[in-house]
């Protein structure tokens, strides 16, 4: 799992790692942003990091993971200060720029809270670069419905995964606030709360992002064989 760097148009390096199959080409790629730095959220948040442990070697997936500008984690500390969800737009700017310059193929933008707030703000204009969108616990509070409507018609696939037990934004009030983007799937983590916290829920979104990134794989393992 290469450590890796970002560089943002307005002159920040921001740390990540792009975690890749031992042996086989990777079928997509997942391209994770995470949740609220004030909050406690950086590239290693546990369904991220255990995304960047399992996916690549059971589901053929590569993952690329960064902490947002003025985010530290044990990778290091990327330069710059929170942007309130606004700044970091240059961030996925940039994470879409190592995309491209290494030849990852088929990206997901998969967001967790505040990194879905990020994507439903600044992704709409690269719908012709993605090749979907998972959202994990959209709160939609920096989200406006203006910017909502601008995925009403997109041609990719756009999932949210929302906890039964959210603490901002449950499943039925899910439906509701996505109103503006119809076309978005809604799908309802059972006995999930906002974090995921137990195995039975991570392994539930790992799941999930599996069968939309590599169908093929119709189930994923949960263990590795021996």
């Known amino acids: 799992r290469p450590e890796i760097t970002l560089q943002t148009s307005d002159g920040l ?17 997942a391209v994770f942003f995470h949740p609220l730095p004030t909050a406690g959220g950086f590239m290693d948040s546990h369904v991220i990091r255990k995304a960047a442990w399992r996916l690549p070697a059971l589901a053929q997936v ?30 996925l700017e940039a994470a879409l720029a190592f995309v491209r310059s290494e030849g990852l193929p088929h990206p997901w933008l998969i967001g967790w809270s505040f990194g879905t707030e990020v994507i439903l703000k600044h992704a709409s204009n690269y719908v012709g670069e993605i090749a979907g969108v998972i959202l994990l616990s959209p709160p939609l509070h920096r989200t406006t419905d203006d910017e909502l409507s601008r995925w009403a018609h997109v041609s990719i696939p756009v999932v949210a995964l929302v906890p039964e037990f959210d603490d901002y934004l449950k499943p039925a009030e899910a439906t509701e606030r996505f109103s503006p983007a119809p076309t978005v799937e809604i799908v309802a983590g059972e006995g999930a709360k906002h974090l995921w916290v137990g195995e ?27």
């Open 13 to 29: 390096t921001l740390v990540g790692e792009l975690s890749l199959p031992l042996t086989e080409t990777p079928v997509a790629t």
């Open 200 to 226: 039975r829920y991570t392994y539930f979104v790992l799941n999930e992002i599996t069968k939309r990134l590599n169908p093929a794989v119709s189930r994923l393992s949960e263990s590795w064989p021996a």
């Open 62 to 91: 590569a993952v690329l993971r960064f902490n947002f500008r003025g985010v530290s984690s044990p990778r290091g500390t990327s330069e710059g200060q929170f942007g309130h969800g606004d700044d970091e737009r240059l961030d």
